[in-house]
């Protein structure tokens, strides 16, 4: 199986500050119709996933453009510019290029 | 607006059968992929099973092979997910999702004796 390995896994963030996930994959993400399949999802408290980003860095709608995905290959980077109240919770990356599918372990983003 | 809705979680003891739903409404089932994902308590997410949108192909995580199986009826604009020999470590909160953009609220599935 594909090893998604996320750091760090705990981000504590001031309000307006920056953040920033890196996402690591054990394998090549290159799907074989050439888009690299790699998804970024948030999860509230009590909350189902939600995805912010897919193939590496569209945003899904109504995502607020603070979030954005970057990387190619084998790494990858999910940034928010400025963290807001709402933005609590894990963040996971997820691959879709090579079955099972697969999540990296969650980074927990909290409100320093 | 696209909802999936689960049902039918619930108790049941090691080695028990349990059958969830997931009623899609919105869109039509039949031009999709469907999936379903777990998450243990305090866990992170696993994905569990497949099924392409006219129930042709199916896969699963080897964790569930044998045990678990994946089926629509496209008619009903439904998701099903058959759970034989449940362990313990099949206690988690199953989504039912189409590809990775709309995910249902989750129905809790606890094996314990």
């Known amino acids: 199986d594909v090893l998604m390995t996320q750091s760090p896994l705990s981000l504590p963030v001031t309000l307006g500050q920056p953040a920033s996930i890196s996402c690591r994959s054990s394998q090549s993400l290159v799907c074989s119709d050439g888009n690299t399949c790699l998804n970024w999802f948030q999860q509230r408290p009590g909350q189902s996933p939600r995805r912010l980003i897919y193939r590496v860095s569209t945003r899904d709608s109504g995502v607020p453009d603070r979030f954005s995905g970057s990387g190619s290959g084998t790494d990858f980077t999910l940034k928010i510019s400025r963290v807001e109240a709402e933005d609590v919770g894990v963040y996971y990356c997820m691959q879709y290029t090579h079955w099972p599918y697969t999540f990296g372990q969650g980074t927990k983003l909290e409100i320093k | 607006e696209v909802q999936l809705v689960e049902s039918g979680g619930g108790l049941v003891l090691p080695g028990g059968s349990l059958r969830l739903s997931c009623v899609a409404s919105?869109?039509?089932?039949?031009?999709?992929?469907m999936h379903w994902v777990r998450q243990a308590p305090g866990r992170g997410l696993e994905w569990v099973a497949k099924i392409k949108d006219d129930g042709s192909e199916r896969n699963y995580v080897d964790s569930v092979k044998g045990r678990f199986t994946i089926s629509r009826d496209n008619a009903k604009n439904s998701l099903y997910l058959q759970m034989n020999s449940l362990r313990a470590e099949d206690t988690a909160v199953y989504y039912c999702a189409r590809g990775g953009q709309d995910w249902g609220q989750g129905t809790l599935v606890t094996v314990s004796s």
């Open positions: 919105g869109f039509t089932l039949s031009g999709y992929w």
